[in-house]
């Protein structure tokens, strides 16, 4: 299980600016809460402004400027995971949503992976990765609030943001530079490097100065579009080296007007929690004039089992820390039902407490009623 220093710290890399700096909240998991205590600066860690290339140089210009342009950003996204350790590679993929200035939402499904499908990730044998499904997980931001949502295990965990980490001062975040950093600003704290720089495409690696960033990450590569200015990809070295993670961006669609579907689809950044379960306690506290109400973990409401089969049913019930209690129920209708769920007490949607009796009536095998 993660520790609660790793999931503060992804919510804090949450409140990026960016919907880019959403998707790779994923991976930001070292103890950001130390980056608002007192850090003393190695010797000499004076961070001045680094001189570079004129091109460079125009380059960070041009990306300030495009920046400064959006206010609502939404794509798709594929994520790989790779592990160098375990020689393994797992693929997900999903949707990202981001308004200005720190709401956002990134939904990350686990990939199917085809029969026969082979990792491009090789070993120093030449032999390829493990491939398997990423998470299905989601990550939502008010504006002063995290969602961590598992939707494998239908539960999910809060953390409000800090005042001081609010609105513009998203920037104090560990991955700005993907977004909207002022160029004098980025040259202090990064260590730059123009890569290639074609019509086609422009890469930079970015190494961090400070070490608040370097707990977070090594080394990024960052390719852009040297028409919009917006990301094609990203390449993040996790500390140590041994674990990397690639996203590729793809539709990406800036300042869009909502539509009809969109309306009736409601706000991204609204969860709907209704079958979800609370875990564990708010690890963050936000103090403050606007502070939200905190999250209290007392009753919520029963999911469905309606349909499930019982052991799918029993599994899922458990994980969210109630007691199923199995009970044979009629004859089942037809082949397929046999010992599926068609009624439970407390009903779907009623409120319960955590460690309360969900029972569950299964249609029964009719050769087992007859006798």
Not at 47 to 67: C, D, M, R
Not at 100 to 113: A, C, S, V, W, Y
Not at 216 to 222: D, I, P, T
Not at 344 to 369: F, M
Request: some cysteine.
């Amino acid at each position: 299980m993660k520790s609660k220093l790793v999931l503060q710290q992804r919510a804090l890399v949450f409140t990026c600016c960016t919907a880019f700096t959403l998707l790779l909240i994923n991976n930001e998991v070292q103890a950001q809460l130390d980056q608002r205590k007192p850090r003393p600066n190695p010797a000499g860690a004076v961070l001045k402004v680094q001189q570079l290339p004129p091109a460079l140089e125009k380059i960070l210009e041009n990306w300030e400027n495009h920046s400064e342009k959006i206010e609502k950003l939404q794509g798709n996204h594929i994520r790989l995971w790779y592990d160098d350790v375990f020689q393994m590679e797992k693929r997900s993929d999903g949707k990202f949503y981001y308004e200005h200035p720190d709401k956002g939402r990134i939904d990350i499904t686990g990939m199917e992976i085809p029969k026969g499908a082979v990792s491009d990730k090789r070993n120093a044998e030449g032999k390829p990765y493990q491939l398997k499904p990423g998470e299905n997980e989601c990550w939502i931001c008010d504006g002063k609030r995290i969602f961590s949502i598992n939707e494998d295990e239908k539960s999910y965990e809060v953390y409000p943001i800090p005042v001081d980490r609010r609105g513009a001062n998203i920037m104090e975040g560990p991955l700005p530079f993907l977004f909207g950093m002022p160029a004098e600003t980025a040259k202090k704290r990064y260590f730059l490097k123009l890569l290639v720089n074609t019509p086609e495409q422009i890469v930079i690696a970015v190494k961090p100065r400070r070490r608040a960033d370097a707990a977070n990450y090594s080394e990024a590569k960052v390719k852009l579009n040297p028409k919009t200015y917006l990301p094609d990809a990203v390449q993040l070295i996790h500390p140590g080296g041994n674990q990397s993670t690639v996203y590729v961006f793809k539709n990406v669609v800036a300042n869009k007007r909502k539509g009809i579907i969109d309306w009736w689809k409601g706000d991204p950044f609204i969860p709907d929690l209704d079958d979800y379960q609370l875990q564990g306690k708010v690890a963050a506290v936000a103090e403050g004039p606007n502070t939200p109400n905190p999250v209290k973990q007392v009753a919520f409401k029963v999911p469905s089992m309606i349909g499930r089969d019982y052991k799918a049913a029993q599994q899922m019930l458990v994980k969210m820390g109630f007691v199923p209690e199995i009970h044979r129920g009629a004859a089942a209708p037809e082949p397929k039902v046999i010992y599926h769920v068609y009624q439970q007490l407390p009903k779907p949607g009623t409120t319960a407490k955590k460690g309360e009796t969900v029972h569950l009536r299964l249609y029964d095998n009719p050769k087992t009623t007859q006798n």
